[in-house]
């Protein structure tokens, strides 16, 4: 895979670099056999990152199937999935911005999905935004109160 890197400018203060790699998620599932440990130590590391910088967000869709059900990450699982709400996506772009991510790094940037990876371990952080009475990321939805 690739590592070449490439900066997008968010403002002319605020610049991301993004690594790019191949991304296409049947050929991840089938070539990165999913480490727990490592995905379980990512997640809390990164949510620890996310706290420390006033980020609001949580587990969504597979990881929190995993935690629910199981009270682990689902091992057949190809990554973590993750949701902040579109109001602190400038705060999550500033975060991003920070040269102090320990260790991670973005892979893949959006306006809907942006994923950081550690370790060979995927994070995907989903943007919800306010829509009338429901949050939407793409296609998905979260009732909003």
Do not use: W
């Not at 968010?10 to 998620?25: C, F, G, R, V």
């Not at 109001?87 to 999550?92: C, K, M, P, S």
């Not at 920070?98 to 370790?119: A, H």
Request: aromatic share 14%; glycine share 4%.
């Amino acid at each position: 895979m690739a590592n070449k890197s490439k900066k997008i400018f968010i403002t002319k203060d605020l610049q991301l670099d993004i690594y790019e790699k191949y991304m296409d998620s049947e050929v991840l599932s089938a070539a990165n056999d999913f480490d727990i440990k490592i995905a379980r130590k990512n997640l809390i590391q990164f949510s620890n990152l996310l706290d420390n910088f006033k980020i609001n967000h949580g587990v969504i869709y597979g990881t929190l199937l995993g935690l629910y059900r199981d009270g682990d990450l689902i091992k057949y699982d190809h990554d973590v999935d993750i949701y902040i709400l579109g109001e602190d996506f400038y705060n999550l772009l500033k975060f991003l911005s920070n040269k102090e991510l320990c260790g991670f790094k973005i892979i893949r940037f959006t306006n809907s999905l942006i994923s950081v990876e550690k370790d060979n371990e995927y994070i995907d952080i989903f943007i919800f935004r306010k829509y009338l009475f429901f949050r939407k990321c793409g296609p998905s939805l979260i009732l909003s109160n």
